[in-house]
């Protein structure tokens, strides 16, 4: 029976931290599938590892808001919605602020988006960040490119409604000097995330095509330290990386500094590796990684590991794309996630919510996958296999429903000077 979520049962409960333990306070008014599912929930979350405090508040993950906290609860409003409810929000929104980097990445995911007009303005990101956490978005994520070369990336952080939303940032970590840091902290950044080759200085420089880059990230983490900042890895994996020994390298070097969580990525044959498909997991490598990462997320010793290969599993939480996430190109064009080429229409031209529904309702996007789209060759072959090589990216999906049915795809594909937009009949 779906229970009734009214505003006020939904504003009544309460989230108190308690000898290091999550529980409900006070007797929430919440109908008893919803208030039992909710026990249940913040009993999982009281096995989980913490990550660290933010403001007093418990993280076990940085894509999950802590809690208690204003963002914390609002995501435990909406996962209840998407529960019982069956709604779609987007409880995270990647928006890539910029694609100018100071590095030249072998795998980069985001080159192929590069336009030859400028990213959005301050103007135009507030606005849209504002739209995002109206929409539901309780993690709004900075990426690039590099978001520490926009000068208004305090201004942006600032923008974001911290009693509805926490603030993630991605960063290659070179700029992370101690004024930055400190005034990524005084805008309210809940934690970053620097992106790590290897774990191996030359390997790493060599890899981001930056010599100097991973002396710096060493500095650099302890400037983030000092100004109170949760730090993590962003790492991937190739079935040759895991097996040249990168995941345990990197796990023993986030140790010795300290670090808070450590997040593993895929490999995806996308952006730069468009078409090596050769670089995509085998189920025994997949399955080689999730019982490395297990043994390293039940070792207190280590950071917290969020490993793909755990978390978009079908025994775990699936594919995010167009479910509870959306990526957001430097020019306002929303993709289900980041790895995925195929835009459903630009923000700025439509608003967030009017793309978000589109997505959302898409025959291939409406249900829950059960893994990770872009590792399915299956989904890969309807969809992504169907670009053209060299084609401006993100795709327009009209683009790819037409190449689907046999059509010339060349008009539908042209872009326009805001973003990619979409040719719909
Ligand atoms: S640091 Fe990130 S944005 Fe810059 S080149 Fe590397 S992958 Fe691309
Ligand atoms: S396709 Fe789904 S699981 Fe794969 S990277 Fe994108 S959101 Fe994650």
């Known amino acids: 029976m779906i229970p009734t979520l009214d505003p006020e049962s939904l504003a009544a409960f309460e989230v108190a931290l308690e000898d290091g333990r999550l529980a409900l306070r006070p007797e929430p008014r919440l109908p008893a599938d919803a208030r039992c599912y909710l026990e249940r929930h913040l009993e999982r979350l009281n096995h989980f590892k913490t990550v660290g405090f933010f403001r007093g508040a418990r993280s076990v993950s940085f894509f999950d808001p802590p809690l208690p906290s204003g963002p914390g609860k609002r995501g435990l409003i909406d996962r209840l919605e998407r529960v019982f409810l069956k709604a779609r929000k987007p409880a995270a929104a990647t928006l890539a602020v910029t694609y100018a980097c100071q590095a030249d990445c072998v795998h980069c995911s985001c080159q192929p988006n590069i336009r030859r007009w400028p990213p959005l303005s301050t103007e135009q990101w507030k606005g849209i960040i504002r739209e995002t956490v109206d929409l539901g978005t309780t993690n709004v994520i900075f990426t690039g490119g590099e978001p520490l070369l926009r000068p208004d990336i305090f201004e942006l952080t600032a923008c974001v409604d911290k009693e509805r939303a926490t603030c993630l940032m991605f960063t290659n970590g070179e700029r992370l000097t101690p004024d930055a840091c400190t005034r990524l902290r005084d805008a309210g950044l809940y934690a970053l995330f620097i992106s790590l080759d290897s774990p191996d200085e030359k390997i790493h420089d060599e890899r981001r095509r930056r010599p100097g880059l991973y002396q710096a990230i060493m500095r650099n983490i302890e400037n983030a330290k000092r100004a109170g900042l949760m730090v993590g890895f962003s790492i991937y994996l190739t079935g040759e990386k895991f097996r ?143 670009i053209p090589p060299g084609a401006q990216l993100p795709y327009p999906i009209a683009a790819i429903e037409a190449a689907a049915q046999g059509a010339v795809v060349t008009d539908l594909a042209r872009n326009s000077p805001v973003g990619a937009k979409q040719a719909r009949s």
């Not at 995941?247 to 490999?267: S, Y």
């Not at 039940?298 to 990526?327: H, I, K």
């Not at 919510?353 to 890969?380: G, I, S, Y």
Request: hydrophobic fraction near 35%.
């Open 244 to 386: 040249d020994g990168e995941l345990a390298g990197f796990m023993d070097l986030g140790k010795k500094l300290g670090i808070n969580e450590i997040v593993q990525f895929d490999a995806i044959p996308t952006g730069r590796l468009a078409g090596q498909k050769d670089i995509l997991l085998t189920p025994e490598e997949r399955e080689a990684i999730r019982k490395e990462a297990l043994r390293y997320y039940r070792d207190p010793a280590y950071p917290s590991l969020t490993a793909q290969a755990l978390v978009n599993s079908p025994d775990s939480m699936g594919c995010f794309g167009a479910y509870n996430q959306f990526y957001m190109t430097a020019y306002g064009d929303m993709c289900p996630c980041d790895f995925t080429p195929i835009a459903f229409g630009n923000a700025v031209e439509e608003g967030v919510r009017a793309v978000w529904e589109r997505m959302t309702h898409h025959p291939l996007w409406c249900k829950r996958h059960k893994d990770c789209r872009m590792q399915n060759q299956k989904f890969r072959s309807c969809t992504v296999d169907l």
